[in-house]
């Protein structure tokens, strides 16, 4: 069976008084029968990590530099993140991709990092509205997912999550087929390079908009196996009912 995953990205939100949240979820979601996982901001990771022991919440990071140490000021590494309790890491987002011109190249140069320090790598893809208008989602995410994931890819360190980027907190959501189509296309496309097994084993996270409203239909689609969560992940009440839409799915 495909691992299932809830996964909350906090962003740059969030000090101390956020951990009160985190503690409400892990009370409310001592054991699951999903994988459940919060990406704080770095400064709470290590908290974090502390105050959801014993809970089914896991805690991973926001993008990571390629290199395990150095001069790199600002930077975190993938090491520094499994050190301070992470067990995943958000790579290649599209406000990374665009806030921070990163390349598919440099994604998977991080996934890399991420693999060597015993992270999960969370890899997100998606296209703009311009690329999804002018027909080329398919040929935007092909070009995206091949490059940004070495060949090392796994069922067990890495998750693929779609994330068009128009609908990154806009409240719009592609239509189901739309969902369906990309996450087939995925799924295809891990086979063809790593084999059936490997497709058929590796989480494929929708993300953009998704809330308690909307969870439930999106998690009936066949290849979307959890969702990779903005808004909706900052306050127990808005991400326990998306948890349970995924437990019941
Ligand atoms: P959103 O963000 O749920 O707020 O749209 C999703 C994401 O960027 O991961």
Redesign the pocket.
């Given at each position: 069976m495909r691992r299932k995953l809830a996964a909350g990205?906090w962003?740059m939100n969030g000090t101390g008084s956020a951990l009160e949240e985190l503690e409400t979820l892990s009370n409310t979601h001592k054991t699951a029968e999903v994988e459940i996982l919060i990406c704080p901001p770095a400064t709470l990771l290590a908290l974090a990590a502390a105050s959801t022991q014993g809970s089914a919440v896991a805690i991973g990071g926001q993008d990571c530099h390629q290199q395990v140490s150095g001069a790199h000021t600002g930077d975190i590494s993938a090491d520094m993140f499994a050190d301070a309790g992470a067990r995943a890491v958000i790579l290649g987002?599209?406000?990374r991709r665009t806030d921070h011109a990163e390349t598919s190249e440099l994604v998977a140069a991080k996934t890399t990092a991420a693999w060597a320090a015993g992270l999960t790598a969370i890899v997100?893809l998606g296209e703009t509205l311009q690329e999804r208008e002018s027909g080329e989602t398919l040929k935007v995410i092909g070009k995206q997912l091949a490059r940004s994931l070495p060949d090392g890819a796994t069922a067990a360190n890495t998750v693929i999550?779609y994330?068009p980027v128009w609908?990154?907190?806009?409240g719009k959501v592609p239509s189901l087929d739309q969902i369906a189509q990309v996450h087939g296309f995925l799924r295809a496309s891990l086979a063809e390079r790593f084999g059936t097994g490997m497709a058929e084993a590796t989480a494929l996270l929708y993300?953009?908009?998704?809330k308690a409203s909307n969870a439930k239909d999106i998690f009936a689609l066949e290849d979307v196996d959890g969702a990779?969560?903005?808004?909706?992940?900052l306050k127990a009440a808005d991400f326990s009912p998306i948890i349970r839409a995924l437990e019941a799915s």
């Amino acid at each position: 069976m495909r691992r299932k995953l809830a996964a909350g990205n906090w962003k740059m939100n969030g000090t101390g008084s956020a951990l009160e949240e985190l503690e409400t979820l892990s009370n409310t979601h001592k054991t699951a029968e999903v994988e459940i996982l919060i990406c704080p901001p770095a400064t709470l990771l290590a908290l974090a990590a502390a105050s959801t022991q014993g809970s089914a919440v896991a805690i991973g990071g926001q993008d990571c530099h390629q290199q395990v140490s150095g001069a790199h000021t600002g930077d975190i590494s993938a090491d520094m993140f499994a050190d301070a309790g992470a067990r995943a890491v958000i790579l290649g987002h599209s406000e990374r991709r665009t806030d921070h011109a990163e390349t598919s190249e440099l994604v998977a140069a991080k996934t890399t990092a991420a693999w060597a320090a015993g992270l999960t790598a969370i890899v997100c893809l998606g296209e703009t509205l311009q690329e999804r208008e002018s027909g080329e989602t398919l040929k935007v995410i092909g070009k995206q997912l091949a490059r940004s994931l070495p060949d090392g890819a796994t069922a067990a360190n890495t998750v693929i999550a779609y994330e068009p980027v128009w609908a990154i907190g806009t409240g719009k959501v592609p239509s189901l087929d739309q969902i369906a189509q990309v996450h087939g296309f995925l799924r295809a496309s891990l086979a063809e390079r790593f084999g059936t097994g490997m497709a058929e084993a590796t989480a494929l996270l929708y993300g953009g908009s998704v809330k308690a409203s909307n969870a439930k239909d999106i998690f009936a689609l066949e290849d979307v196996d959890g969702a990779l969560v903005g808004g909706a992940s900052l306050k127990a009440a808005d991400f326990s009912p998306i948890i349970r839409a995924l437990e019941a799915s």
